[in-house]
Each structure stands twice: as structure tokens, then as C-alpha cells.
């Protein structure tokens, strides 16, 4: 399933799920420590941390953002 991750929280990374749950999922859980924003596939166990995706999202929400400005 993926997720973005809201924040972090002590060791906890709090997460969205599509449908706007939330899930909090220990950080021990990924390979690598997540950041807010990042895009992550999770399967109950491990959390992988997909550098491609959140760098997509986050150019994605930097256009509109500045198309916003634009107006």
C-alpha cells in the first residue's frame, strides 16, 4: 500500500493512506528514516521510502504552487 508521510513523531512516522486514514508506523520499520512528504510503500512489516515518486509529488505541488502565484 502506499502512503505519504505526514510527520514524524518521537519514532513513530505518522502516515495518510489514500482514503485520508491515518496509520503511524515505527520508524525502525524502513530502510532508511522517512521525511515529511515522502512517498512510501508499505506491506506490514518493512517500509520502502520511493525516492522517484516523492520527487515527482513534490516538483508536481511546486508547479501549482507557482501557477498560483501566477494569478
Given at each position: 500500500m502506499k502512503l505519504i508521510v505526514d510527520r514524524l513523531e518521537g519514532n513513530?512516522?505518522?502516515?495518510?493512506?489514500?482514503?485520508?486514514?491515518?496509520?503511524?508506523?515505527?520508524?525502525?520499520?524502513?530502510?532508511?528514516?522517512?521525511?515529511?512528504?515522502?512517498?512510501i510503500e508499505y506491506d506490514n512489516e518493512r517500509a520502502i521510502v520511493l525516492k522517484e515518486e516523492t520527487k515527482r509529488r513534490k516538483r508536481a505541488a511546486e508547479e501549482l504552487f507557482r501557477k498560483l502565484l501566477k494569478k
Open positions: 513513530l512516522a505518522v502516515c495518510e493512506t489514500e482514503d485520508k486514514k491515518i496509520l503511524n508506523i515505527p520508524v525502525s520499520e524502513f530502510e532508511s528514516r522517512p521525511a515529511d512528504g515522502d512517498v
